[in-house]
């Protein structure tokens, strides 16, 4: 698990380039892996990411969203970023086009990668699924040629089922990915997890495709501030 030291160097990083005043970050001890990151928006004043945790097991608020961030983060982070960025693009290109992993680059560098319960975990499961396999293959060993990056793992459901059972199970879920990118060599200090619960919709709980999108993994690679 890694430092507080290290991933508060994460938060000082971005919060040097918003707003005084925007926003305060505290911390409190909660779920095995710790706390992911938070991200406290201001809609003019920049992005900010904050680490955070709390009691209900749920710190990771978004990773970075707001404003530019220009000169935060390394000269070189760009170019590093790029370069991953590419290998899984590349690895992962079969998976994309069945619409089972997407790619996002984010501000400040981020990747986000988002993997849909037709690949990951079957209904009310937290076991990972043999097709699975494969894809967190090329991820971990992508991440192994990249240690430079911290990595949070956050599990999400739909709304089927009680608020805390949808909280652990989606904790659950981001462990068991966590585990087994350790277990393929990724170190144990870089990773964070996050239990999201039914808190993070990105379709409607309604019909059942919608369900089906909201039931998924996001993994957010993290470059080091100190990247040359």
Not at 16 to 31: D, F, I, K, P, R
Not at 46 to 55: K, P, T
């Amino acid at each position: 698990m890694l430092g507080k030291s290290r991933w508060m160097g994460l938060v000082l990083m971005v919060s040097a380039v918003s707003l005084a005043g925007c926003a305060a970050n505290t911390s409190q001890e909660n779920t095995r892996k710790g706390a992911g990151i938070g991200a406290l928006v201001g809609a003019v004043s920049g992005a900010i990411i904050g680490y955070q945790n709390d009691h209900s097991g749920g710190a990771l608020r978004g990773a970075l969203i707001g404003g530019a961030a220009g000169g935060a983060i390394g000269a070189g982070a760009g170019a590093y970023m790029d370069k991953q960025q590419t290998e899984f693009e590349q690895q992962l290109a079969n998976e994309r086009a069945q619409h089972q992993i997407e790619i996002e680059r984010q501000q400040n560098e981020i990747l986000k990668l988002t993997m849909s319960s037709e690949v990951s975990f079957d209904f009310n499961s937290a076991r990972l699924k043999p097709s699975f396999y494969s894809p967190l293959n090329k991820i971990a060993d992508i991440m192994n040629r990249y240690p430079r990056t911290q990595i949070i793992v956050a599990g999400h459901t739909d709304s089927v089922g009680s608020e805390a059972y949808n909280m652990q199970l989606s904790l659950q879920r981001a462990n068991a990915v966590a585990d087994y990118l350790i277990m393929r060599g990724v170190e144990s200090s870089r990773l964070r997890t996050e239990g999201r619960g039914e808190s993070g919709p990105i379709a409607t709980n309604d019909t059942a495709a919608g369900r089906s999108q909201n039931r998924r993994v996001e993994i957010f690679v993290v470059p080091d501030s100190d990247i040359q």
